[in-house]
């Protein structure tokens, strides 16, 4: 079964928020590790 | 895009007290004498974050000097870290001794305030003789003992000309990241408009560190709380929309995946909009404050933006910074005039190397 757009995009903003790239693009920045 | 699993991260102020007086200090009085919160208050907080916020993985601490509050300090990393939670603070670097190093393991990054390649220029802008010298000394102190060392400056139309040469300091103390930002008129920036640095000096700047970001990339990070960065910084664009498609909403992130909270517990989108209190940690339920805030869903909206902002085709990844357009149009949805896109197809003479006069450092 084709899945939801709204869960399609719940997992999308998951796996960003889970990746450094993130933190490398948002307002704070301190390029650690943790980031 | 669905904000349901709370911030990313919060931004946490345990103290407004400083022992510098940086000219450009978002907050605008030192050693306040309102009372800042008891430690256990943002312990408590933290806690109720990490149950109601899935997505809630990392805090940062600052201030004021959140050494001021040493003993406090300590015990908040150490319990962010019980909590499985990063955690980083940003300092001035001039109040750590080696006895305070094996408090601060646990951290992420510690992200150092440094304004110049030499003392005359940071001394003159952090409002204290001395405060270079300390902050070089503990920088030394931290690297040789293993710590993620940022150091950050904030360039003014009076020390941009030293971006290079502290880029250069960086690199020879073995910091790990440099990261850079324009003064903001938010707080006592506010008050020396004069010294904002020009637009189209700031996108040469910015173009310039975007270049060596990829040619330093083995020997120092170059990183930026920049939210235009994305419109110069293809590869990292590239990659961002290759992943995770143009839905992303990154760049200028309060309400995104942030929110900051002052030492008196008020909730603000971040750390420079404090004209916008939210609601107070231990007074308001701090999941409705993230998901019903007028201004935080606003700001979610990129649509509202206006001017270049409005119409910019990278406006989900960029959004341009929020504190800019309400601290010089008194409008958080007016463009900013830093946006890099206006100079990108004129001829300006490209800088290779900006040098100061610090050359004796």
């Given at each position: 079964m084709e899945e939801k757009e709204s869960t399609k995009e719940r997992r999308v903003l998951e796996n960003y928020m889970n990746s450094s790239i993130a933190f490398e693009n948002a307002c704070i920045s301190c390029g650690s590790p943790g980031d | 895009m669905d904000y349901t699993g709370g911030p990313l991260f919060i931004h946490v102020d345990i103290t407004e007290r400083c022992n510098l007086r940086c000219i450009h200090c978002r907050n605008e009085i030192s050693n306040s004498i309102k009372k800042e919160?008891?430690?256990?208050?943002?312990?408590n907080f933290i806690d109720k974050c990490s149950i109601i916020f899935p997505n809630f993985k990392q805090v940062f601490i600052g201030g004021g000097e959140p050494l001021i509050r040493k003993d406090e300090l300590f015990e908040l990393i150490a319990y962010c870290t019980k909590k499985d939670l990063k955690c980083s603070l940003n300092t001035n670097a001039t109040l750590i001794n080696?006895?305070?190093?094996?408090?601060?393991?646990?951290l992420s990054a510690i992200q150092v305030s440094l304004d110049g390649a030499c003392a005359t220029t940071h001394d003159k802008i952090r409002g204290i003789p001395g405060s270079f010298?300390?902050?070089?000394?503990?920088?030394?102190?931290?690297?040789?003992?293993?710590f993620y060392v940022c150091v950050r400056m904030t360039l003014f139309d009076f020390n941009y000309d030293e971006v290079f040469d502290l880029l250069d300091i960086c690199k020879k103390l073995g910091v790990n990241s440099f990261s850079w930002f324009r003064v903001l008129p938010a707080g006592k920036g506010e008050k020396?408009?004069?010294?904002?640095?020009?637009?189209?000096?700031?996108?040469l700047i910015m173009k310039e560190l975007i270049r060596l970001k990829y040619e330093l990339k083995d020997e120092i990070k170059i990183v930026s709380s920049e939210p235009s960065k994305i419109v110069l910084d293809a590869s990292l664009r590239n990659e961002i929309i290759s992943k995770y498609g143009t839905n992303i909403v990154s760049g200028c992130i309060p309400g995104h995946i942030e929110f900051f909270v002052n030492a008196f517990g008020d909730i603000y989108p971040c750390t420079m909009l404090q004209q916008f209190k939210l609601g107070n940690i231990l007074k308001d339920n701090i999941k409705e404050v993230w998901s019903n805030s007028k201004v935080l869903n606003d700001l979610r909206n990129r649509q509202n933006l206006k001017g270049c902002c409005g119409i910019c085709d990278?406006?989900?990844l960029c959004g341009g910074c929020r504190a800019t357009a309400f601290g010089l149009k008194r409008d958080i949805f007016e463009e900013d005039p830093y946006c890099p896109k206006k100079f990108m197809n004129r001829k300006i003479k490209i800088i290779n190397k900006i040098r100061s006069p610090c050359q004796s450092y």
């Open positions: - | 919160l008891p430690i256990e208050k943002f312990k080696k006895e305070d190093l094996n408090k601060l393991t646990p010298d300390k902050a070089i000394e503990n920088i030394k102190l931290l690297v040789k003992n293993n020396i408009k004069d010294y904002s640095l020009d637009p189209k000096i700031y996108y990278l406006k989900g």
